[in-house]
T-cell receptor, first 111, second 112 residues
């Protein structure tokens, strides 16, 4: 079993929809939770990170972490065609250690 | 601020040949990572450097893969000899903190 499991998708939604992307994990030592976006044939880019439990909002994006359930989510409000990409969750136990990535969920937002 | 640079962008080789990838991280970033990303999967860490030293190489197939980071800046990753299953995108990333990594565009390797 992988340390980080991500809903595989693919996910297709109409423009303006609210999107929910989810990951579960098994390592209770994880403290940092990140979401990366990867466009086709590009490297991942960091969207946002959260330390420990709680919510964090950045524009149309909201990250949630529930450590008690070992479950994290990324919500995208008012989704746009430009949000079409693969979204990767990643986790780390320290601010200097390695990050463990999920396998990504591919999202398509249709105009 | 310049991003992480990688070269080449694409490489096609035959199995049993050798190949090398180069990475130039963001200036001032002490930590450098090499990842392997197979189609449909997330990046898998191969090796992590902190300045010149190796922090984690537990998933590096050391019988065929090697990496070095000279003077704590540029890094090269080498595969010798390559196998078909090495076909993947090799990503280099750098960071000041593990939760904020900056990735290069990657090198797409095809082994035939």
């Amino acid at each position: 079993q992988k340390e980080v499991e991500q809903d595989p998708g693919p996910l297709s939604v109409p423009e303006g929809a609210i999107v929910s992307l989810n990951c579960t994990y098994s390592n209770s030592a994880f403290q940092y939770f990140m979401w990366y976006r990867q466009y086709s044939r590009k490297g991942p880019e960091l969207l946002m990170y959260t330390y420990s439990s709680g919510n964090k909002e950045d524009g149309r994006f909201t990250a949630q972490v529930d450590k008690s359930s070992k479950y994290i989510s990324l919500f995208i409000r008012d989704s746009q065609p430009s949000d079409s990409a693969t979204y990767l969750c990643a986790m780390s136990d320290t601010n200097a250690g390695k990050s463990t990535f999920g396998d990504g969920t591919t999202l398509t937002v249709k105009p | 601020e310049a991003g992480v640079a990688q070269s080449p962008r694409y490489k096609i080789i035959e199995k049993r040949q050798s190949v090398a990838f180069w990475c130039n991280p963001i200036s001032g970033h002490a930590t450098l990572y090499w990842y392997q990303q197979i189609l449909g999967q997330g990046p898998k860490l191969l090796i992590q450097f902190q300045n010149n030293g190796v922090v984690d190489d537990s998933q590096l197939p050391k019988d065929r893969f090697s990496a070095e980071r000279l003077k704590g800046v540029d890094s090269t990753l080498k595969i010798q000899p390559a196998k078909l299953e090495d076909s993947a995108v090799y990503l280099c990333a750098s960071s000041l903190r593990s939760y904020e990594q900056y990735f290069g565009p990657g090198t797409r390797l095809t082994v035939t």
